[in-house]
C-alpha cells in the first residue's frame, strides 16, 4: 500500500484550508496513494485557543467532515482526516479527533486526543486543557487488512499509549501533529522512530510546516518511518506530500529476525 503524508500551514480561513486539503489529497492519489493522512488542525489555526470552540462541529455533521469524506469517496482513498474540532457537550470545551474515512466516503474511526499538551519556556506558552477536552480511549481499526494505530502530536511522548494499541500489532500508527517549532527540533523525529522501532511497525507522522499568519510557527518534518526505524520520506518545510510504500513483508521480516514483540513480560503490558 502507498501512503502519503500531507504538510500544511493552516490559517484561520477554514475555506482556504480546505482548498488546501482537497488539492494535497487529489495530488497524492493521483500519485498512486491509497492511504492518505492529514496534520493536526489542518483545517484551522486561529489567533487564539479559543477560537476553535466557535468552529466545532457535531459529530457527523458540518463542512470539515463532508469535505472529508468527500474527498475518500471521490478519489477512492483511506483519508485519515489529521484532526478537527468536535462538540464536547459543553461551551467551553471540544474534543480534538482524528476521524478516519474509507474510500466509500464512509467514517470508520474517530479517536479523540488523550494527552493535552501543556509547555512554558517564559517566551512560548501552550495549555490545550484550557479548550480541549480529553479523549479517554485508544482506537484502533481496519484499513484494506491492515491495522491502523490513531494518535495526536503530544501523544508521541506516551510509550504505554502506544503499546496498548499493539494487542494485536498495529501495521501502521497515523500521528497528526502540529508539533512547535522548539519542541519538533528537539524531540520530533527521535521520538517517532522510536515508536517504529519499538512497535516494529511503519509510522506516517503528517505536520504542519511553516510559519503560520497567527505568528506561529510549526516544525514540519513530516515523515514516514518502516519498522527498522529508517525514514523513508521527508518534507521539512511548506505545503506539499511526502509518500513512501507501507510492505506488509517488511513488517514480517523486521519482526522475524528481532523478535522483541513477542518478549515483552506480560507483567509490563
Known amino acids: ?14 475555506e482556504r484550508n480546505l482548498e488546501t486539503a482537497r488539492r ?7 500519485g498512486g496513494a491509497q492511504l492518505v493522512a492529514l496534520p493536526e488542525y489542518f483545517c484551522f489555526m486561529g489567533a487564539r485557543d479559543d477560537d476553535k470552540l466557535a468552529l466545532a462541529e457535531a459529530p457527523g455533521d458540518g463542512p470539515i467532515q ?12 483511506w483519508v485519515v482526516g489529521g484532526t478537527l474540532p468536535l462538540r464536547s457537550g459543553s ?23 488523550m494527552h493535552l499538551f501543556r509547555y512554558d519556556n517564559g517566551r512560548e ?26 494518535s495526536i502530536c503530544y501523544d508521541l511522548r506516551f510509550p504505554e499509549l502506544y503499546r496498548r494499541l499493539m494487542r494485536p500489532p498495529c501495521d501502521l500508527i497515523a500521528v497528526p501533529a502540529a508539533f512547535t517549532h522548539t519542541t519538533g527540533r528537539a524531540h520530533w523525529e527521535v521520538l517517532l522512530r522510536a515508536r517504529a522501532i519499538e512497535n516494529q511497525c511503519y509510522v506516517i507522522a503528517p505536520a504542519q510546516g511553516g ?17 527498522w526505524g529508517e525514514v523513508l520520506a521527508l518534507r521539512e518545510e511548506g505545503v506539499g506530500v511526502v509518500m513512501a510504500q507501507l510492505d506488509p513483508a517488511r513488517i514480517a521480516e523486521v519482526r522475524g529476525q528481532l523478535p522483541a514483540l513477542t518478549h515483552r513480560l506480560s507483567r509490563f503490558t
Open 1 to 14: 500500500m502507498w501512503i502519503a503524508a500531507l504538510q500544511t500551514v493552516a490559517t484561520p480561513s477554514v
Open 24 to 30: 494535497l489529497i487529489a495530488e497524492a492519489a493521483q
Open 91 to 113: 461551551a467551553d470545551r471540544v474534543f480534538n479527533a482524528c476521524c478516519v474515512y474509507s474510500p466509500a466516503g464512509q467514517q470508520v474511526a474517530r479517536y479523540d486526543k
Open 211 to 227: 510559519l503560520h499568519e497567527n505568528g506561529r510557527r510549526t516544525f514540519g518534518h513530516s515523515l514516514i518511518v518502516d519498522p
Open 125 to 150: 506558552s501552550f495549555d490545550e486543557a484550557r479548550v480541549l477536552q480529553a479523549g479517554t480511549d485508544p482506537v484502533a481499526c481496519d484499513v484494506d487488512g491492515l491495522r491502523l494505530g490513531l
Open 66 to 77: 463532508a469535505m472529508l469524506a468527500e474527498a475518500a469517496r471521490l478519489h477512492g482513498v
